[in-house]
């Protein structure tokens, strides 16, 4: 799978690469070679955080939908047992 960016991220991550490049490393890098970068990055590592972040969704899904009946479960047959305790207040 190829993980591609949006053109206005794409712009911003090699403008992100570039100052960090400016900030922590003793040289700068031009837009060509953040670009390279950029797409190595998203080619050989971007799959590795994609494969984790759906992992990470489906186990935060299955864990909602084994709580489904925890969470949503309503009580069966509840008219007559709530009109018999009001008849019993009133007494």
């Given at each position: 799978?190829?993980?591609?960016?949006?053109?206005?991220?794409?712009?911003?991550?090699?403008?992100?690469?570039?100052?960090?490049?400016?900030?922590?490393?003793?040289e700068s890098i031009?837009?060509?070679?953040?670009?390279?970068?950029?797409?190595?990055?998203?080619?050989?590592?971007?799959?590795?955080?994609?494969?984790?972040?759906?992992?990470?969704?489906?186990?935060?899904?299955?864990?909602?939908?084994?709580?489904?009946?925890?969470?949503?479960?309503?009580d069966e047959f509840?008219?007559?047992?709530?009109?018999?305790?009001?008849?019993?207040?009133?007494?």
């Amino acid at each position: 799978m190829t993980i591609d960016l949006p053109k206005q991220a794409r712009a911003d991550a090699i403008a992100s690469l570039q100052r960090y490049f400016r900030e922590n490393m003793s040289e700068s890098i031009g837009d060509l070679a953040a670009g390279l970068l950029l797409s190595f990055i998203l080619e050989e590592i971007g799959p590795a955080i994609y494969n984790r972040a759906i992992t990470d969704a489906q186990t935060r899904l299955g864990q909602r939908v084994a709580d489904l009946s925890g969470e949503l479960f309503a009580d069966e047959f509840q008219y007559w047992p709530k009109i018999d305790a009001k008849r019993k207040d009133r007494r």
